[in-house]
């Protein structure tokens, strides 16, 4: 059974960082690629980060760059979002999600697979 778990969400001062993880389980990581998304109420769900874990490729909106790096762990089939210099409309779910197409993809209907989220609340 494929599972993604993500943890790390919480609330926090504008400026501030968090960590979250994204563990996954039941399928083989290398051949995936992993993405990170947000939903705000009201919103769309929106792609934050990427990562194809075979070769390393990442993908970044530019209105995030700098602020947000994604980063992965294979023996712990987990991918990590650090993000840094939060700003109250980084309020969101964020969700991970993988794709067996191994390459980095910001549609969030490409991805098959999807963790419940995790709430991460900036405050100002």
């Known amino acids: 059974e494929v599972q993604l778990v993500e943890s790390g969400g919480g609330l926090v001062q504008s400026g501030g960082s968090l960590r979250l993880s994204c563990a996954a389980s039941g399928f083989i990581f290398d051949d995936y690629a992993i993405g990170w998304f947000r939903q705000a109420p009201g919103k769309e769900r929106e792609a934050v980060s990427c990562i194809n874990i075979g070769d390393d490729t990442t993908f970044y909106p530019d209105s995030l760059r700098g602020r947000f790096t994604i980063s992965r762990d294979n023996a712990k089939n987990t991918v990590y979002l650090q993000m840094n210099s939060l700003k109250p409309e980084d309020t969101a779910v964020y969700y991970c999600?993988?794709?067996?197409?191994?390459?980095?993809?910001?549609?969030?209907?490409?991805?098959?697979?999807w963790g419940q989220g995790t709430q991460v609340t900036v405050s100002s």
């Open positions: 999600a993988a794709n067996p197409n191994r390459v980095v993809l910001r549609i969030a209907s490409l991805y098959d697979y």
